[in-house]
């Protein structure tokens, strides 16, 4: 009788190839398991568990630890720490405890590389979170953010990104940190977005006095000064003189279903307002424009006819 002892391999659930990808993928989308970034979003698990394996994590590490933010793959700071150490690469490292950030009102991070003396030091304070509109910040219902729950955790966590990011590039090509990207992306409130009403009638007039400093985001642009500036990538706010609105009874065209596509980001509407501006529209012509494309307002275009549309503003200048 044989003595031999049969070694079993590890079960694994990595995809060798496209097409078990793809299965794997919406295997966790579909999983209760499955983080709320990648639920019903296969797509968003096949980039994560790409990206996870170009940085040495496991197809499980990866949903775990990356999130998919505005289209970029963005691991927690926790993740690209892991990801750091096990490079080899990391030869010490050291941060601020929560104390002596609340008391030096800075976090700050040090990281020594083998084979490199410097040490790769950088800070985050108070100061930088309230420049960025952070330190304090609540969520749009209310409710408090993570910086506002808690804040010197924050500080901490800043502060490593930017050392993992600026002293070992290479071993997390290209990955963002979380913590970071998720106070770029997203922030913009929806009232700098241009939602034009249906008919003139449902247009509020303007009162004399405002109740409130903030300016009304649907009234026209009389005085660009008091209005909140569209997120534009390209040159400043078209200051038009004020175009006659359509008159009542004008109904505009009925709108076309469309089948949904992936939207524009908030500086291509930006972008688009403006093409519409410089062809001379008022917010009502720039309503009934969207409508004949299928749209309601400029959030509501998507990518795929983006570019049709702004060629079409900019024939309405000629």
């Known amino acids: ?10 079960f694994d659930l990595a995809p060798v190839d496209l097409k ?6 919406a295997l966790i989308a579909k999983s209760d398991l499955a983080p709320r970034d990648f639920k019903d979003k296969p797509g968003n698990v096949l980039i994560a568990v790409q990206m996870g394996r170009e940085v040495g994590l496991a197809p499980m590490q990866a949903i775990q630890s990356i999130a998919v933010i505005n289209g970029r793959p963005s691991v927690w700071g ?18 601020m405890s929560f104390d002596e950030i609340k008391r030096a009102g800075y976090a700050k991070c040090t990281a020594i590389r083998k084979g490199q003396p410097t040490p790769i ?8 979170a309230k420049s960025g509109g952070m330190w304090g910040r609540t969520n749009r219902d209310g409710s408090p953010s993570v910086w506002k729950a808690y804040p010197y955790r924050m500080l901490q966590m800043r502060a490593r990104a930017f050392v993992l990011r600026d002293g070992f590039a290479d071993v997390l090509k290209g990955l963002a940190i979380r913590e970071e990207v998720q106070d770029y992306v997203s922030e913009v409130p929806d009232s700098r977005v241009i939602n034009m009403p249906r008919r003139l009638s449902e247009t509020k007039a303007e009162p004399e006095t405002p109740a409130s400093p903030e300016p ?7 005085d660009h000064q008091d209005a909140p500036p569209p997120i534009i990538d390209e040159g400043g706010m078209f200051d038009a003189p004020p175009m006659p609105e359509r008159e009542p009874g004008d ?3 009925p709108p076309v ?3 949904a596509g992936r939207l524009i980001s908030d500086p291509q509407g930006g972008r688009l307002w403006k093409k519409a501006r410089d062809a001379g529209l008022n917010d009502a012509q720039l309503h009934d424009e969207l409508l004949r494309w299928g749209f309601e307002s400029t959030k509501d275009v998507t ?14 200048k000629k």
Do not use: W
């Open 1 to 10: 009788m044989s003595t031999d002892i049969v070694k079993r391999e590890a």
């Open 20 to 25: 078990e990808a793809l299965e794997f993928a």
């Open 78 to 95: 926790d993740g690209a720490l892991a990801v750091v150490q096990a490079s080899g690469l990391l030869e010490d490292f050291c941060e």
């Open 121 to 128: 030091e950088r800070v985050f304070s108070i100061e930088d």
């Open 216 to 222: 009304l985001i649907n009234a026209p642009y009389a």
């Open 251 to 253: 109904d505009p065209p």
């Open 257 to 259: 279903k469309r089948a």
């Open 303 to 316: 990518r795929d006819v983006y570019e049709e549309i702004c060629a079409h503003f900019d024939s309405l």
